[in-house]
């Protein structure tokens, strides 16, 4: 007869000053996963486009139509979007892109575990390597995206200033940030999920409180968009790299590099925690 108790598991409180255990074992869980991240990479993304007709046009077809219908009503004057640094096509198509990047990253966090389904509960292995697969999809869609990027800039005979080297350091700020939170939703997803609805509306909104498809507003009360999206003064920061322009908000810049850092260090450790708590009610 099968003994009851084996299915019992017992959970004891962390002894104080195992703080620096805990870094180490969750950096080891990644390094050791980091074929099986791989693999649910590579999953994801034959997946996405198997049987499908137009195949990675989707992943540039959202990005061009938004930056089409906008150009359109900048155009004929509908909207007054005001002068950018940029052509208003190539800040426009850039600063989508980098909006998607991270709306990306954070959608697939966000649902990562729930995508999953019963390999949360009936697998034992690192969940985090669920979430962290979750942003390469998002990361190889923004590299196909760059492609329409490159060819408006031959179009508009655009060079992008040389301060663009550093744009990648954003770019990973961003992904951080996103990753971070991600970790979080990701947990409150597994047990409520609304919260995938809630942030793909919070994200449609957010889209307009960034200066993705108009400049970034200097007169008050506008130029609160700069500030009170945490996703802003990384976004100027590219614009303004990519246009040779002096960094618009260089102290905002550094608090934002830091707040990525520790957004994603405090997602990851709480999500390394809490999980096996959660993992059994899911």
């Known amino acids: 007869m099968k003994n009851k108790t084996e299915n019992i598991k017992i959970y004891s409180a962390r002894q104080k000053g195992n703080n620096k255990k805990i870094w180490l074992e969750m950096i080891q869980e990644l390094l050791d996963s980091r074929e099986l991240i791989w693999r649910l990479v590579i999953r994801d993304y034959s997946v996405r486009y198997r049987q499908s007709i137009l195949g990675y046009v989707w992943a540039v077809l959202p990005q061009l139509v938004t930056v089409a219908i906008f150009t359109f009503l900048a155009k004929h004057r509908v909207f007054d979007m005001g002068a ?12 989508v892109s980098v ?35 979750s942003i390469g999809q998002a990361v190889l869609d923004f590299i ?5 990027v490159t060819i408006v800039f031959i179009w508009y005979g655009f060079i ?4 663009s080297f550093l744009i990648p350091f954003i770019l990973i700020s961003i992904i951080l940030l996103a990753l971070g939170i991600g970790f979080i939703m990701a947990i409150i997803n597994l047990v409520l999920r609304d919260m995938g609805n809630m942030i793909s509306m919070v994200l449609t ?6 200066p993705i498809l108009y400049p970034p507003p200097v007169t008050e009360p506008f130029n609160m968009v700069n500030y009170i999206n945490p ?6 920061a590219t614009q303004n790299l990519l246009a040779g322009q002096e960094l618009m908000q260089p102290e905002l810049l550094a608090v934002m590099f830091a707040v990525s850092n520790c957004v994603f260090l405090f997602g990851w450790r709480m999500f390394h925690i809490t999980m096996p708590r959660i993992a059994e009610r899911a």
């Open 84 to 95: 950018t640094a940029m052509p208003y096509v190539i800040h426009a198509l850039w600063s």
């Open 99 to 133: 909006w998607q990047l991270f709306s990306g990253c954070l959608i697939g966090c966000t649902n990562s575990l729930v995508n999953a389904g019963s390999l949360v509960t009936k697998i034992n292995f690192p969940k985090e390597a669920l979430v962290f697969s």
């Open 144 to 148: 196909i995206r760059l492609l329409p």
């Open 160 to 163: 992008p200033s040389w301060h």
């Open 205 to 210: 909104f957010g889209m307009f409180l960034a």
């Open 231 to 236: 996703f802003s003064p990384l976004l100027i």
